[in-house]
Structure formats: structure tokens, C-alpha cells
């Protein structure tokens, strides 16, 4: 079994993953990491941002652990001589008018229920307070939310911190202006496509999916369909699959999602919009989604902002390993 390395020399207690230790949660590794921790601190390390995969932040504690993995924790009262990864590196960009952060797999987004609580506007409020902290900042950072990813979709966000922040950015959505760009690796070999469907929220058989594609329309769409636009351009391809670059012009619910599932090129680790599926699955950790860039106005100054994210040590790996078994 490998030994967690404690030494002066290390930044901060870390391990890799053996193949002992493969599958493991990772709250059942931090543990190991640091003996004597109870199930409730491990949980509440991750949730807090001091636990990262490969130098990514990860609050998910009930991830499976994969052989080689890095796992690097900064625990309480570490000292100077032990910065491990902070929540604080979830922060792109702050001012007073925004913050964009980066989002890790795993978490929701906002609160859906009263209940939930490790959310990434819950991380992102105790990283701008940490932050402003020694700038006299406010101790209850507002932030409102503007745009929503999925849990399992990773990739870079932005909260307003203000009313007439939060209002300007809905505008520019609804205008479209918004650049917001995804990479995702589909099942199958795919090729370069538009996608303009109207969404609706069961398409027959309970799932959300395009108007008159699972069953062909007989009326007109419900009031309540909603156009989606998908641009899905060809980036790489794989071993059974295509590393694909979705530009999106609507941001529906689950829209990349559903408009690839039609077309016969679900993500790989999809779980929902699958069932129609016929080909081989090829096995993900979660959907191998990730967004890639956001590009906004700023909405005091009026000067353009783009922030690009690069995909995680998950989406990487999957990546890596259809690389190589193409080139075999």
C-alpha cells in the first residue's frame, strides 16, 4: 500500500492511488491520508475545497478513485508550510460586480431543496469571503445566480453580485450574446452539425427531449416547447468515439444532452438520455461534459470578458485513454 507523504518537503499531506486503493471512496482515502479522521471530517474536507485529484479541487467524497491518481489535502492548521489546494482556487475572476469560478463535477450548482447545502454558490461565497477578507470586505458575500450547470457537468460559471449585475447578464443571454462553449466526447463517430429543435419537458415517455423526434408529432408544439440550438463541431476522433467542441445559442435544460442523444452520439457516461441507445458503451466516471469558455459583457464597464477553463483530471483521462487505444 502507498504510504501518504507527510514530510516537511510536501506541500501538503498527498498520496497516489494504488491499485490496492483503486475504487476506493474518496472520503475512505483522505482516512488513510490523515489517520484518526472520522467519516464526518473526511465528508466535510472534500465539501470545504481542501481535497484535490491531480491538483483539481474535488468536493465530491463519494467519488470511486481510479490507480495514479494524486490525492493532495490541506488540513486545519497546516501552516504556511502546508498551502494545499483552497476553495479559493474555484475563483477565476472577482470584482464587485461579478465573480466567475470554475466548477468541479460532482456538485450542484444552486440549492434545489432547503437540504442542500454543498453547493457550488455555498464554495463560492466562502472563497469571496476569504478573499476580501483582508481587503474589509463583507463577511456575507450576495451572490446571485445567472447561469446553471448541470452536477455532473464541470466547467467555468458566473455569479453576480449584484441586482443590476444579475439583470444585465439575463438580458445578454436572452439576447444570445453570450459565448458559452463546451467540449464533450460522444459515443460513436459524428460529424459537424446544427441542431434547432423544440424542447419540451416529457417527450412521451417522461424524459425531457425534442418535439415530434421520440414520437412523431400528430399537433402543433405545446406552448410550452422552448427552441434549442446546438452547433457541434468535430474536434478529435477516438477509439468509438468523437471529441466534440457545442457552441450553444439557447441554454435549455439538458439541451447538449438530449440534441446528441437524438443523434445518435450520447456522452459517454450519460445515464439518462441513453435508453435508446443500440451501439457499444463505452464506460465514463460521469458525462463527459465540460464548459470550455464564457464570454460576457461586463455589465458596469461594458468591456468584453472571456474566461476559458481547461477540462478536468476525469474528462483528461478518459480522453487520454481513447487516444492511445487509437493509436494502438
Not at 47 to 67: F, H, L, P, Q, Y
Not at 159 to 176: G, H, P, W, Y
Amino acid at each position: 500500500m502507498t504510504k501518504p507523504d507527510t514530510s516537511k518537503a510536501a506541500s501538503a499531506p498527498s498520496i497516489t492511488v494504488s491499485g490496492e486503493q483503486a475504487g476506493l471512496t474518496l472520503a475512505a482515502l483522505v482516512r488513510e491520508l490523515v489517520p484518526g479522521t472520522s467519516w464526518s471530517k473526511a465528508r466535510d474536507l472534500c465539501r470545504t475545497g481542501r481535497v484535490a485529484v491531480d491538483g483539481e479541487i474535488a468536493v465530491d467524497s463519494a467519488r470511486r478513485m481510479v490507480e495514479g491518481e494524486r490525492v493532495q489535502i490541506r488540513t486545519e492548521g497546516g501552516g504556511a508550510e502546508q498551502r494545499g489546494p483552497t476553495v479559493t482556487s474555484l475563483v477565476l475572476h472577482l470584482d464587485a460586480d461579478v465573480v466567475v469560478v470554475h466548477k468541479p463535477a460532482g456538485i450542484l450548482t444552486v440549492p434545489f431543496e432547503r437540504t442542500d447545502r454543498d453547493t457550488l454558490l455555498a464554495l463560492t461565497r466562502v472563497a469571496v469571503r476569504r478573499i476580501e477578507a483582508g481587503r474589509g470586505g463583507p463577511q456575507g458575500p450576495t451572490l446571485r445566480a445567472v447561469q446553471r450547470l448541470d452536477k455532473e457537468t464541470s466547467g467555468v460559471v458566473v455569479f453576480a453580485r449584484t441586482i443590476t449585475a444579475q439583470r444585465n447578464l439575463q438580458e445578454q443571454l436572452a439576447a444570445r450574446t453570450v459565448t458559452r462553449r463546451y467540449l464533450a466526447i460522444v459515443h460513436g463517430k459524428t460529424e459537424d452539425a446544427v441542431y434547432d429543435t423544440l424542447l419540451v419537458s416529457d417527450r412521451g415517455d417522461g424524459l425531457r427531449g425534442s418535439w415530434g423526434v421520440f414520437r412523431q408529432a400528430r399537433t402543433e408544439a405545446p406552448e410550452t416547447a422552448r427552441q434549442a440550438i446546438t452547433r457541434v463541431r468535430v474536434e478529435k476522433g477516438l477509439a468509438g468515439a468523437t471529441l466534440v467542441g457545442c457552441e450553444l445559442e439557447t441554454g435549455r435544460q439538458h439541451q447538449i444532452r438530449i440534441h446528441l442523444a437524438e443523434a445518435d452520439h450520447p456522452l459517454l457516461g450519460e445515464n439518462v438520455y441513453i435508453r435508446d441507445y443500440q451501439g457499444p458503451v463505452i464506460p465514463a466516471p460521469r458525462p463527459m461534459l465540460h464548459a470550455s469558455v464564457l464570454g460576457f459583457v461586463h455589465p458596469r464597464t461594458g468591456k468584453g470578458l472571456r474566461f476559458e477553463d481547461p477540462p478536468p483530471a476525469d474528462f483528461n483521462a478518459v480522453l487520454e485513454r481513447l487516444q492511445t487505444r487509437r493509436r494502438r
